[in-house]
T-cell receptor, first 116, second 110 residues
Framework: AQSVTQLGSHVSVSEGALVLLRCNYS??????LFWYVQYPNQGLQLLLKYTTGATLVKGINGFEAEFKKSETSFHLTKPSAHMSDAAEYFCAVRGNRGSTLGRLYFGRGTQLTVWP | DAGITQSPRHKVTETGTPVTLRCHQTENHRYMYWYRQDPGHGLRLIHYSYGVKDTDKGEVSDGYSVSRSKTEDFLLTLESATSSQTSVYFC?????????FGPGTRLTVL
């Protein structure tokens, strides 16, 4: 079965510092992986996705993530945090067989705080 | 942005009353989903639909039912609302690989 673990429910960084949000997944076959961002009182917005091909994927707002099969990880990074990055971030893996095909399995989320 | 709307956006109701939430899409996507979001739990799938009149249960389906009589509309019904169903409900539609989310409905059951 597919599952996602996000390490750290809260991450705080200073403006300009590196952002690193951790995600590990469980999947029996090559996964499709996603990062979503949720700003207060809004729905989820896709940041980036990995399906096939290049393992380093770039998304919106300067974020990127690297798929590492050997580590079953898909960590999200941004070189320099901005105040506007403060939000909740969700990692998700897509179901890949039978009744789970197409379904997304979400981690519990990481709340990012950016200090001035 | 994908064309997904949810109604109502906010609702307060009393325990034991029926509640129906509506999700409407203009993208003609086959797959539609209902999630609930609760602090510390992320998003959990309630029900989903893979076509008109074709639906299936997710991981937290107890106390909920759904219907899809048209491609564009997916309804979520709480037959008899309970306080444990106080939550934020999100509808999503599925594109080629990712899902696109609606703005959410905040439901409070008193």
């Amino acid at each position: 079965a597919q599952s996602v673990t996000q390490l750290g429910s809260h991450v705080s960084v200073s403006e300009g510092a590196l952002v690193l949000l951790r995600c590990n997944y469980s999947s029996s076959v090559p996964p499709y992986l996603f990062w979503y961002v949720q700003y207060p009182n809004q729905g989820l917005q896709l940041l980036l996705k990995y399906t096939t091909g290049a393992t380093l994927v770039k998304g919106i707002n300067g974020f990127e993530a690297e798929f590492k099969k050997s580590e079953t990880s898909f960590h999200l990074t941004k070189p320099s945090a901005h105040m506007s990055d403060a939000a909740e971030y969700f990692c998700a893996v897509r179901g890949n067989r039978g009744s789970t095909l197409g379904r997304l399995y979400f981690g519990r989320g990481t709340q990012l705080t950016v200090w001035p | 942005d994908a064309g997904i709307t949810q109604s109502p956006r906010h609702k307060v109701t009393e325990t034991g009353t029926p509640v129906t939430l509506r999700c409407h899409q203009t993208e003609n996507h086959r797959y539609m989903y209902w999630y609930r979001q609760d602090p510390g739990h992320g998003l959990r799938l309630i029900h989903y639909s893979y076509g008109v009149k074709d639906t299936d249960k997710g991981e937290v389906s107890d106390g909920y039912s759904v219907s899809r009589s048209k491609t564009e509309d997916f309804l979520l019904t709480l037959e008899s609302a309970t306080s444990s169903q106080t939550s934020v409900y999100f509808c999503a539609i599925s594109g080629d690989s990712e899902q696109f989310f609606g703005p959410g409905t905040r439901l409070t059951v008193l």
